[in-house]
């Protein structure tokens, strides 16, 4: 594809992305969930988890996009573009069931979705399994996160709760893949520094 045209459609996809209009390929596991009865105070914080996990898929996208541009082999930008159409269908749920709590996406999707292109853009220069490897490393945290998500949710908030579980359920699936195509474990402080980014992303998010 000629420069100008692919920058177009990356720059389109980026704008999709961010603004929350992505389309999900398959249907939202909220449709089969009851409706929940949510004070306000459980409504503000179920929007805030959600925004968190939106802005995760955010970075997801912005991730597998590098990597699969910059991957070496061809089984390992399939999976990348594979692995992409599942968190794209995650972005799509998590905006929906915002625009459901009546709130809205994070302001800062776009410094979250260019520091992520970035970022996913180092690892794949690094090399095929260390991108793997990163992968790997990001969806054990992202595992880890959303299961304390599930503990954090309201119990009457099924909706949200039914994402969560499918999202954790893929995000296991995407760090298994990443593991047999040859990634492995990260060293101890390269771990501690992607929990702390962590850290900060989830604490603004949950509000902004």
Same mark, same amino acid.
């Given at each position: 594809m000629p420069f100008l045209d692919q920058a177009i459609t990356d720059f389109d996809n980026a704008l999709?992305?961010?603004?929350?209009?992505?389309?999900? !390929?398959? &249907? !939202? &596991?909220? *449709?089969?969930? &009851? %409706?929940? #009865? @949510? %004070?306000?105070?459980?409504?503000?914080?179920?929007?805030? =988890?959600?925004?968190?996990?939106? #802005?995760?898929? #955010?970075?997801?996208? $912005? *991730?597998?996009? $590098?990597q699969g541009r910059f991957a070496q082999g061809s089984p390992i930008k399939q999976q990348f573009a594979e692995a992409g159409r599942e968190e794209e269908d995650h972005l799509a749920w998590t905006a929906e069931r915002l625009r459901q709590l009546g709130s809205r996406v994070s302001l800062l999707n776009p410094l979250w979705y260019a520091g992520s292109y970035a970022l996913g853009t180092l690892a794949a220069r690094l090399g095929d399994t260390r991108s793997l490897s990163f992968v790997s490393e990001t969806e054990r945290q992202v595992?880890?996160? =959303?299961?304390?998500? @599930?503990?954090? *949710?309201?119990?009457? %908030?099924a909706k949200s709760r039914a994402i969560v579980e499918q999202m954790r359920d893929d995000e296991i699936a995407h760090g298994e893949a990443a593991r047999s195509l040859g990634g492995v474990e990260m060293p101890l402080p390269a771990q501690k520094a992607m929990q702390a980014m962590s850290k900060v992303m989830t604490t603004v998010a949950y509000y902004i």
């Open positions: 999709r992305v961010i603004t929350g209009q992505a389309s999900a !390929s398959r &249907p !939202s &596991p909220a *449709l089969q969930a &009851p %409706d929940g #009865v @949510l %004070d306000a105070a459980e409504q503000r914080h179920s929007a805030g =988890l959600m925004r968190i996990n939106h #802005v995760g898929e #955010v970075c997801a996208q $912005a *991730l597998y996009d $590098a595992e880890k996160h =959303l299961n304390s998500h @599930l503990e954090q *949710l309201p119990l009457q %908030d």
